[in-house]
């Protein structure tokens, strides 16, 4: 199981929210590319970039600051965050991010879905973002009327290979992360999970390494590392 340690980025910083409330930042570094460049040498073997200025606005807002992490770190980056159109895609699939997430778009916009299906193929992962089990896109400022699990399962059948699931009622809040439902959309998909989420502590990553899921191959981690609870050696020697 892969760790993504977790960059967010709002006015050129690396912050992390609270349940998704951009009202509700807390400034980690000053400088994302320096952050980056720390977990690399931590040991991370990817990372995770997300334009919060970007999803908020609906347009791509940090691709260069973005692009200029992957070009100065080694390992792999997967990178969502206002990208809306074919025309982002194909910008970000001649760039050095490896893999690219859609959220709102994929929800709202089944051929723009489907562009990125052919286009990205297995760099493409769709993000899952839950409140109570029910979608949500815009930043997660609005919930859909389509659950979680029916709208993976309609990812699966249209060529999605990765989806990424965060139940954001436990974004950021240090509450351990929702098993049941990550279990629950686990075991209705066939399809690779990224799970992400409200993790604290490393029971939170033992607990969820035990439950087995082949199809759950990797765990994004933000507030938690940045607050110190623990590594990313301690976290990969647990995961891994």
């Not at 159109?85 to 959220?103: A, F, N, S």
């Not at 399809?191 to 939170?204: F, H, K, M, N």
Request: proline share 2%; aromatic share 4%.
């Amino acid at each position: 199981m892969i760790l993504y340690p977790a960059i967010d980025i709002q006015d050129g910083q690396c912050v992390r929210l609270k349940r998704g409330d951009f009202a509700e930042a807390t400034v980690f570094s000053t400088d994302p590319v320096a952050r980056a460049k720390m977990w690399q040498e931590e040991g991370a073997e990817a990372l995770h970039v997300v334009d919060l200025d970007g999803a908020r606005l609906g347009k791509l807002v940090n691709l260069a600051l973005i692009e200029e992490i992957a070009e100065t770190i080694s390992i792999p980056i997967e990178f969502g965050g206002g990208i809306r159109t074919l025309d982002d895609l194909k910008m970000i699939h001649e760039g050095p991010v490896h893999r690219v997430v859609l959220g709102t778009s994929a929800v709202h916009d089944q051929q723009l879905l489907l562009e990125a299906v052919r286009l990205m193929g297995d760099r493409l992962v769709i993000s899952v973002d839950a409140d109570r089990g029910m979608v949500t896109t815009h930043g997660w400022q609005e919930k859909s009327s389509v659950s979680a699990i029916r709208f993976s399962s309609y990812l699966q059948s249209e060529g999605v290979r990765h989806v990424l699931y965060t139940d954001i009622d436990r974004d950021g809040m240090m509450m351990g992360m929702n098993l049941e439902t990550t279990r629950e959309l686990a075991e209705a998909v066939d399809i690779d999970i990224i799970a992400s989420g409200g993790i604290s502590s490393l029971d939170d990553l033992v607990r969820l390494k035990k439950m087995g899921l082949p199809n759950i191959s990797s765990v994004i981690v933000g507030r938690a590392l940045y607050e110190g609870r623990f590594s990313v050696a301690e976290a990969r020697a647990i995961l891994d």
